[in-house]
């Protein structure tokens, strides 16, 4: 049954892969390209999602469950281009072997942008948009929401956690409603904080408790956790497991954690992650596939406003 699911999930991806377009936008006079896959209902709910390094929006497309996602609940759902495949979030310590975008990058511009145009040509509700990312994308989605607060109803950040850097710089407008979701065996971005063992990792990650105290704070939650919940095991032989942690928040307030127990530095989903599995398996961990991350950070996107 999950061979079977995996398979589905692909072909619904490369499905709609093939109805996106790719588009490029001005900013501050540099061509910035994304693919974007808009419903024929509009305004529609937007989601922009946010590549890791070293991809681009277009592995979003055919590696996440979002095109399936966005075709069936109607929403306008857009794939941004990192420069140089990565982001400008605001961690300026990217790993010794990974180069960033550009000097002088400004990635809250394009998004702000983006989001922008996708409100005045009437495709994008604006009081629906949303912003999630995957690990540098992550860092980028919750450096949206601490520097652009007014434009997001929700944020999701994937295998990524804060820095000082990023932290110190954090001023949202309001609070914005954060999902987290991060594996206990990352090698990139370690759960308990500090420089993971992987070549490609950088240093000074806080933890994902730290992490989640962060948004806890800003939103204005209690600091204890409210719910603990261990998630089906779905996919046992994927050797992980994912729990649910909710926060006692104001209404509207909303901070969630999805622990993956002994995941890596991997998207869960129900279609591989990487194109080359097995080698994605040995330099970054292993994948879960109890929960799909795209599923589950709509489910709490949908909540919001």
């Not at 990217?94 to 002088?104: C, D, K, W």
């Not at 434009?151 to 804060?162: G, T």
């Not at 956790?225 to 006692?248: F, G, K, M, Q």
């Amino acid at each position: 049954m999950l061979r079977w699911m995996r398979v589905a999930a692909l072909a619904a991806s490369l499905a709609a892969a093939s109805s996106a377009s790719a588009v490029t936008i001005d900013v501050d006079g540099v061509k910035r390209s994304y693919t974007a896959q808009l419903p024929t209902k509009r305004p529609a709910p937007l989601v922009i999602v946010l590549h890791g390094k070293t991809q681009r929006g277009a592995d979003m497309i055919t590696r996440t469950a979002w095109p399936q996602v966005a075709k069936r609940e109607g929403l306008a759902v857009v794939f941004p281009d990192g420069l140089n495949n990565a982001w400008a979030d605001a961690r300026t310590k990217a790993g010794p072997a990974l180069r960033g975008p550009p000097a002088g990058t400004d990635d809250v511009a394009f998004i702000a942008k983006l989001v922008e145009k996708l409100v005045a040509d009437g495709t994008a509700d604006e009081r629906r948009i949303f912003v999630a990312g995957i690990s540098n994308g992550g860092a980028m989605a919750m450096t949206m929401a601490c520097a652009r607060a007014d434009l997001f109803a929700a944020a999701a950040s994937v295998i990524m956690n804060l820095t000082d850097e990023a932290a110190v710089t954090c001023h949202p407008s309001r609070p914005v409603p954060m999902l987290l979701m991060n594996g206990t065996a990352d090698l990139l971005v370690p759960y308990g904080g500090g420089h993971g063992t992987s070549y490609f990792a950088a240093d000074g990650f806080w933890s994902t408790d730290e992490t989640l105290a962060f948004w806890r704070r800003l939103n204005g939650c209690e600091t204890d956790d409210a719910e603990t919940t261990d998630l089906p095991d779905r996919a046992p032989a994927d050797h992980s497991t994912v729990t649910r942690i909710s926060s006692r928040c104001p209404r509207g307030h909303d901070v969630v954690l999805y622990r993956v127990n002994h995941g890596g530095h991997r998207v869960p989903g129900f279609s591989p992650d990487a194109r080359f599995p097995k080698v994605a398996a040995g330099l970054l961990g292993p994948q879960n596939a109890d929960i799909d991350a795209a599923e589950t950070i709509w489910t709490f996107f949908s909540r919001f406003p």
